[in-house]
């Protein structure tokens, strides 16, 4: 049976403004591939990321590079022959699954495990700001059980301890997304541990990180832009303690499973994340991460409107999705 692939540019609002060490956005860009097959059809979110030099037009023209074998009955293994690690190959990917599990009747977390999948407890990401900015935003969400914090300058010592004073119970996980140097990692690391935090991510930028081999890392230290896919865990074992794994990195749910599994089995702490995208692309990777570590998927509580359906967050928790969504 043959197949008709669509594809759909689209723009969801983010409630507020947005913030890292790299810019600001107000708006969620992405790119929805949908996979019609008879009466069943798989879609799939991705979030073009400027970080890794892709476009909204660049992520579309890689998925119509691939239009012919994808509707003549591509699978996903062949799929990772035809597309590379990144954004467009995991709006694929994460429709082929889908469609697999509309056709079947069987969910997907079935292939994944035998147990059905919890609800897990996501982090809550605050934006870059001052110190005050951010330590109010900390008290506002205090009653949340993990905080992001964006983080990335040179001196970030104001805002972590103002983060720490607005949310004393809160577990506080730092990602300063590649804007710390050699110069100032130790004492960055060194408040840190005096706050309490958890988890530091990605303090240098990815390819100048050679150093977190050689110091104390009184905090565990997680990859985000230095790991893509399963090729860059062995370089990554001795500089780093977790990975974050996400899917428009990975290409895909199909190569972050095979991820997850290698990390875990090299001893890495296993943080599923997010782009700031919608519930249908926050869904594939709530099965994923169960079990993890740590987990980052509130992409669509930063938004100022979701999918409809989309998950259902309750506080922090976040469920499962429902086979109307995704899977």
């Not at 119970?169 to 005096?194: K, Y």
């Not at 309490?196 to 990180?209: F, R, T, W, Y």
């Not at 985000?224 to 370089?235: A, N, P």
Request: charged share 25%; net charge negative.
């Amino acid at each position: 049976m043959s197949r008709v692939l669509s594809i759909t540019a689209e723009s969801f609002p983010i409630a507020g403004s947005f913030t890292i060490s790299r810019g600001s956005k107000t708006e969620a860009l992405v790119v929805t591939c949908a996979i019609n097959e008879g009466d069943h059809v798989g879609r799939g979110e991705c979030v073009p990321y400027g970080r890794y030099g892709e476009t909204i037009d660049s992520v579309i023209a890689q998925i119509e590079s691939a239009r012919e074998a994808i509707e003549v009955g591509a699978s996903k293994d062949e799929l990772a022959k035809l597309l590379q690690a990144g954004a467009a190959r995991n709006a694929v990917d994460c429709a082929l699954w889908d469609l697999e599990a509309k056709a079947t009747q069987v969910p997907i977390w079935t292939a994944l495990g035998d147990i059905a999948p919890s609800p897990l407890t996501t982090a809550y990401t605050l934006s870059l700001g001052d110190a005050d900015e951010m330590g109010a935003q900390a008290k506002a969400q205090a009653a949340r059980p993990v905080l992001k914090v964006k983080v990335g300058s040179a001196d970030d010592e104001a805002r972590i301890r103002a983060v720490r004073a607005g949310a004393p119970d809160s577990r506080i996980i730092l990602d300063a997304n590649e804007g710390w140097s050699e110069d100032n990692l130790a004492r960055h690391m060194s408040i840190a541990a005096e706050c309490g935090v958890s988890l530091i991510e990605q303090p240098l930028p990815a390819g100048n990180d050679g150093m977190l081999a050689d110091i104390a890392r009184p905090v565990p230290v997680c990859a985000d832009e230095s790991l893509h896919t399963r090729e860059d865990l062995t370089r990554l074992r001795s500089r780093y303690d977790a990975i974050n794994i996400k899917l428009d990195k990975t290409g895909g749910l199909s190569e972050a499973i095979l991820l997850k599994a290698e990390a875990q089995k090299l001893g890495f702490q296993i943080m599923v994340g997010c782009m700031v995208g919608t519930s249908l692309a926050m869904a594939p990777a709530v099965l994923l991460a169960q079990g993890a570590q740590f987990v980052d998927l509130d992409g669509p509580l930063l938004l100022a409107r979701d999918r409809a359906p989309g998950l259902r967050y309750d506080g922090s928790l976040v469920y499962p999705p429902e086979r109307a969504l995704w899977g």
